[in-house]
C-alpha cells in the first residue's frame, strides 16, 4: 500500500535539454527535489541532439530525442515573429518546442515542462516579455516552469500546488555565468560545452544559403537543405545551382547526397573539386560547372581540361577552360 502512494504522490516533469549548462542545472535542481525529470531535445536540420545526448548520459537523465523537422520547416518559411539577425526565428522556435514538450507531457501524464532558460541572457528570446510571450503562445503557460530564474517570473501552478518548492528556486538573470560555474563545481559538474549556440540558423553564411534556395526553390526538400552544409554554392544568371566542393569531406558528402536526376562533375585527368547541379541544371549551367571544376583544380587555368560529367545514367566528358575568379565571385552566394 505504502508503495502504491509513493507512485501515485511521485511528481513527474519534463525538461527541455538542450545539453548545455543551464539545461543541466536546472534538472540537477529538479532531481534534488525528487522530482522524476524526462529529459527532452530536438532534431532537424539546423541542430542536433548530440550535446544533450552527451550530458544526459553523463547526470543519469533519461533523455527523449525528437524529430521536429516537418513543423518546423513549415513554420521556419513564415515565422509570426520574424527572424533574429539571420534566419533564426527563436520566439516561434521555441513555441514550437514547448508545444510539443506539453504534449509529452500530457502523454506521459507528466506534471509540469520546464526549461533552463535564464531571464535577460538572450537578447530576443530571453526577455521577460519574450519568455511570457512563448509561454502563452504554446498553451501551456501556467505549467511550464524557469527553475534558475522562477523567482523573477509570476508563480506557476505546480508551485502553486505544492509540487514545486519556490523557495528552492533561483533569481539568476543576465549574461554572467559565475553562479552557474559555482553551482556547477558545488555539484561536481566539471565537463559542460561552451555556452556557444549549436544552431545553423544563427550562422549568417548558412543563411544566406538558406535565404536563396527558399526564394528560388520554396518547395525544397530536406536533401536540398542538407546539401547548404557543405561547399561553395553558385547561383547561375539563369537562376540554378551549382556545389562546388572545398575538401575531401565536402566531396564525399556531395557524393554521398547526390540524386540520380543530378548532374556530377570532377576533373578527368587531375585532383578537383566534386561538383553538383542539382536536378541536372540546363547546358549552361552545366558549362558553368564545367568552368568552376577547372578553377577549383590544380590544373594550370589557361589550359583546357577534360571533364567528367555524370548526368543521369551516362557518363559525357566535356572540355572546359577556368572560369574567371570575378565571374565566380559574382554567382557565389
Same mark, same amino acid.
Given at each position: 500500500?505504502?508503495?502504491?502512494?509513493?507512485? +501515485?504522490?511521485?511528481?513527474?516533469?519534463?525538461? #527541455?535539454?538542450?545539453?548545455?549548462? =543551464?539545461?543541466?542545472?536546472?534538472?540537477?535542481?529538479?532531481?534534488?527535489?525528487? +522530482?522524476?525529470?524526462?529529459?527532452?531535445?530536438?532534431?532537424?536540420?539546423?541542430? /542536433? %541532439?548530440?550535446?544533450?545526448?552527451?550530458?544526459?548520459?553523463?547526470?543519469? #537523465?533519461?533523455?527523449?530525442?525528437? =524529430?521536429?523537422?516537418?513543423?518546423?520547416?513549415?513554420?521556419?518559411? %513564415?515565422?509570426?515573429?520574424?527572424?533574429?539577425?539571420?534566419? $533564426?526565428?527563436?520566439?516561434?522556435?521555441?513555441? *514550437?518546442?514547448?508545444?510539443?514538450?506539453?504534449?509529452?507531457?500530457? %502523454?506521459?501524464?507528466?506534471?509540469?515542462?520546464?526549461?533552463?532558460?535564464?531571464?535577460?541572457?538572450?537578447?530576443?528570446?530571453?526577455?521577460?516579455?519574450?519568455? $511570457?510571450?512563448?509561454?502563452?503562445?504554446?498553451?501551456?503557460?501556467?505549467?511550464?516552469? @524557469?527553475? *534558475?530564474?522562477?523567482?523573477?517570473?509570476?508563480?506557476?501552478?505546480?508551485?502553486?500546488?505544492?509540487?514545486? =518548492?519556490?523557495?528552492?528556486?533561483?533569481?539568476? !538573470?543576465?549574461?554572467?555565468?559565475?553562479?552557474?560555474?559555482?553551482?556547477?563545481?558545488?555539484?561536481?559538474?566539471?565537463?559542460?560545452?561552451?555556452?556557444?549556440?549549436?544552431?545553423?540558423?544563427?550562422?549568417? $553564411?548558412?543563411?544566406?544559403?538558406? @535565404?536563396?534556395?527558399?526564394?528560388? !526553390?520554396?518547395?525544397?526538400? +530536406?536533401?536540398?537543405?542538407?546539401?547548404?552544409?557543405?561547399?561553395?554554392?553558385?547561383?547561375?544568371?539563369?537562376?540554378?545551382?551549382?556545389?562546388?566542393?572545398?575538401?575531401? $569531406?565536402?566531396?564525399?558528402?556531395?557524393?554521398?547526397? /547526390?540524386?540520380?536526376?543530378?548532374?556530377?562533375?570532377?576533373?578527368? =585527368?587531375?585532383?578537383?573539386?566534386?561538383? *553538383?547541379?542539382?536536378?541536372?541544371?540546363?547546358? !549552361?549551367?552545366?558549362?558553368?560547372?564545367?568552368? *568552376?571544376?577547372?578553377?577549383?583544380?590544380?590544373?594550370?587555368?589557361?589550359?583546357?581540361?577534360?571533364?567528367?560529367?555524370?548526368?543521369?545514367? @551516362?557518363?559525357?566528358?566535356?572540355?572546359?577552360? %577556368? #572560369?574567371?575568379? !570575378?565571374?565566380?565571385? @559574382?554567382?557565389?552566394?
Amino acid at each position: 500500500m505504502g508503495r502504491q502512494s509513493d507512485e +501515485i504522490l511521485k511528481i513527474k516533469s519534463i525538461a #527541455l535539454f538542450s545539453g548545455g549548462l =543551464d539545461s543541466i542545472l536546472a534538472a540537477k535542481i529538479m532531481m534534488g527535489m525528487g +522530482i522524476e525529470v524526462e529529459g527532452v531535445v530536438f532534431e532537424t536540420p539546423f541542430f /542536433s %541532439a548530440q550535446k544533450a545526448t552527451m550530458a544526459a548520459r553523463a547526470i543519469g #537523465l533519461p533523455l527523449t530525442v525528437i =524529430d521536429l523537422t516537418a513543423p518546423h520547416l513549415l513554420m521556419l518559411k %513564415a515565422p509570426r515573429y520574424g527572424y533574429g539577425k539571420n534566419m $533564426n526565428p527563436c520566439i516561434d522556435c521555441h513555441t *514550437l518546442m514547448l508545444q510539443t514538450a506539453g504534449a509529452r507531457m500530457e %502523454a506521459t501524464g507528466a506534471d509540469f515542462v520546464f526549461t533552463g532558460e535564464v531571464l535577460g541572457q538572450r537578447p530576443m528570446s530571453q526577455t521577460k516579455q519574450s519568455i $511570457n510571450t512563448v509561454a502563452k503562445n504554446s498553451g501551456y503557460g501556467d505549467v511550464i516552469l @524557469r527553475p *534558475l530564474s522562477a523567482q523573477l517570473l509570476p508563480e506557476t501552478k505546480p508551485e502553486r500546488e505544492g509540487k514545486v =518548492d519556490r523557495s528552492r528556486l533561483l533569481a539568476i !538573470q543576465g549574461r554572467g555565468r559565475k553562479i552557474q560555474m559555482d553551482m556547477a563545481r558545488n555539484y561536481g559538474i566539471t565537463d559542460y560545452p561552451p555556452p556557444a549556440g549549436g544552431c545553423l540558423l544563427t550562422d549568417p $553564411n548558412f543563411s544566406r544559403r538558406l @535565404r536563396d534556395l527558399f526564394d528560388h !526553390q520554396p518547395d525544397c526538400r +530536406i536533401r536540398d537543405i542538407e546539401l547548404l552544409k557543405f561547399g561553395r554554392h553558385f547561383r547561375t544568371p539563369e537562376g540554378c545551382k551549382v556545389i562546388v566542393g572545398r575538401d575531401q $569531406n565536402d566531396n564525399e558528402a556531395i557524393l554521398r547526397l /547526390s540524386e540520380e536526376t543530378d548532374a556530377v562533375l570532377q576533373m578527368a =585527368d587531375c585532383a578537383g573539386p566534386t561538383i *553538383l547541379v542539382p536536378a541536372g541544371g540546363d547546358d !549552361q549551367s552545366r558549362s558553368i560547372a564545367a568552368a *568552376l571544376c577547372v578553377l577549383y583544380s590544380s590544373a594550370p587555368p589557361e589550359q583546357a581540361r577534360r571533364i567528367v560529367c555524370r548526368d543521369g545514367r @551516362r557518363d559525357l566528358i566535356v572540355n572546359a577552360k %577556368a #572560369l574567371s575568379r !570575378q565571374e565566380a565571385e @559574382r554567382m557565389l552566394l
